[in-house]
Each structure stands twice: as structure tokens, then as C-alpha cells.
């Protein structure tokens, strides 16, 4: 697995993972029960992984999308 964005706003991850399943890449949202745990002020990020064969298209899929990538970028 290989980190594809980081981000405090779940919306961008509930967007990024819609988009994602809809191409048919498989992600998985990292770090939800630590935001939880923070009691939601929105200081911890999520993380969304998705294979190491799968992250080229699915970084280009979400700049296509105009998705901010969040703290770190795709392409890193």
C-alpha cells in the first residue's frame, strides 16, 4: 500500500474514495479511529493508501479531478 493523499477533511476523502471506486481501484482510509479519538476538531489527517500498482492512476484520476492532494502530494 502506498499513500495517495493526507488530509483533515473527510470530505475530500469521501470524494477521493467515490471517485477511485468508481475506476475501480481499491483504497483504504488509514488513521480514522486517531481522528476519532482527537474528538473531531480536525487536527490529526487521514491518510487514503491504495496498492503500489494502482498509484499512478489514481493520482492522475484525482489531479484530474482537481483533488487537493492534501499535506503531502501524490507524486512523491
Known sequence: MKELLRTTDP???????A???????DCFE???NIS???GG???LPRRLMVRQSD??????ILKDNDVDFG???AFS
Open 36 to 38: 476519532i479519538l482527537e
Open 55 to 60: 498509484h499512478f492512476e489514481a493520482s492522475a
Open 19 to 25: 471517485l477511485l471506486q468508481g475506476e475501480g481501484i
Open 30 to 32: 488509514m488513521d480514522v
Open 71 to 73: 499535506i503531502t502530494t
Open 11 to 17: 470530505t475530500i476523502i469521501a470524494f477521493a474514495q
Open 41 to 43: 476538531i480536525g487536527i
